[in-house]
């Protein structure tokens, strides 16, 4: 798969896992493993490279004695979910297209 295609999907799954409630990195990987399995050091890359372009926020808390950053999706977040979900409808159009049985021949 084409890396830049693969990143964007990721970026959006991890998007994705914190939509509905603030989350941390055990429970992301947790709740995206169904879908795709993340090492540690890839979805903190995800994670830092997320809140830099300020579609998500950090912020800690103290979780059994210890702190615990917690990752809340901003609005530029949830446009870039709903930006997704418009580009995928087109790449579904283009994938049909190109797989379409050609009647024609027939």
Not at 5 to 22: F, Q, T
Not at 36 to 44: A, G, K, V, W
Not at 50 to 67: D, K, N, P, Q, Y
């Amino acid at each position: 798969m084409d890396i830049q295609l693969k990143r964007g999907l990721l970026d959006v799954c991890v998007l994705s896992a914190i939509k509905n409630e603030d989350s941390y990195g055990y429970k992301i990987i947790k709740d995206l493993k169904p879908c795709i399995e993340l090492s540690e050091s890839t979805l903190y890359t995800i994670l830092k490279r997320l809140e830099t372009a300020g579609m998500l926020t950090v912020h800690t808390s103290e979780h059994g004695g210890r702190l615990r950053k917690y990752y809340r999706i901003t609005r530029k977040g949830l446009q870039r979910i709903e930006e997704f979900k418009s580009e995928w409808r087109e790449v579904m159009m283009i994938y049909r297209f190109v797989t379409k049985e050609d009647h024609e021949h027939d």
